[in-house]
């Protein structure tokens, strides 16, 4: 079965980095997007972007493009979001979703979150 | 960019029919995806590209589409049903295309 499984929570002080990962098993994990959505506490949810886990192409929504960075490791069918410059509008929880073989499309399969709070 | 504008809460009681609606410009041109999200879980589709049940979705859920709005719709609303349920589309009018996300419903079993 396919299955979207996500690093652990973590808690970054202002200004620092995170990275988040995505392991995907029980499909092809070059065949599918994995798009990359946070929800920040009580609120709803909000696309990051994209990544196209064959080429390694990106797209990122006008919000993040400066912080943002997707990747992906094939042999360990693995994606990795990382954001820079940290504050704390930052802490949400941060979700990784398989998509389509398309860039349009819906996602099917979601990681279970990863909790990221930024406080110093 | 796109919005989509959804109801921030409708409220039904058990047996009754829920109807959520969710409306914008793109919505006449791209299709709609449905999620239903419990708290402290993940999003869950429930419908794709405005009227398809993935499977495993009972039939008294079901979706349609008019123009910029599409209707996500529960017949015979059970207290599972309670949960914040969020519609996504497509902006490709962007450099690039980019999801949008409704602001989602809460819906209420009374």
């Known amino acids: 079965q396919v299955q979207l499984v996500q690093s652990g929570a973590g808690v970054k002080k202002p200004g620092a980095s995170m990275k988040v990962s995505c392991t995907a098993s029980?499909?092809?994990?070059?065949?599918?997007?994995v798009h990359w959505v946070r929800q920040a506490p009580g609120q709803g949810l909000e696309w990051m972007g994209r990544?196209?886990?064959?080429?390694?192409?990106?797209n990122f929504a006008q919000k993040f493009h400066r912080r943002v960075t997707m990747t992906r490791d094939t042999s360990m069918s693995t994606v990795y979001l990382a954001l820079s410059r940290l504050t704390s509008d930052d802490t949400a929880v941060y979700y990784c979703?398989?998509?389509?073989?398309?860039?349009?499309?819906?996602?099917?399969?979601w990681g279970q979150g990863t909790l990221v709070t930024v406080s110093s | 960019s796109y919005e989509l504008t959804q109801p921030p809460s409708v409220s039904v009681s058990p047996g009754q029919t829920a109807r959520i609606t969710c409306s914008g410009q793109?919505?006449?041109?791209?299709?709609t995806y449905w999620y239903q999200q419990k708290p402290g879980r993940a999003p869950f589709l429930v419908m794709k590209?405005?009227?398809e049940r993935p499977s495993g979705i009972p039939e008294r859920i079901s979706g349609s589409s008019s123009g910029t709005t599409v209707t996500l719709t529960i017949s015979g609303v059970q207290a599972e049903d309670e949960a914040d349920y969020y519609c996504?589309?497509?902006?490709?009018?962007?450099?690039?295309?980019?999801?949008?996300f409704g602001g989602g419903t809460k819906l209420t079993v009374l």
């Open positions: 979703a398989r998509g389509s073989p398309q860039a349009v499309g819906g996602a099917d399969f």
């Open positions: 029980g499909y092809t994990f070059t065949a599918y997007y």
């Open positions: 990544i196209n886990p064959n080429t390694g192409g990106t």
């Open positions: 793109i919505l006449a041109k791209q299709f």
């Open positions: 590209k405005d009227l």
């Open positions: 996504q589309s497509t902006d490709n009018n962007a450099t690039h295309p980019e999801w949008v």
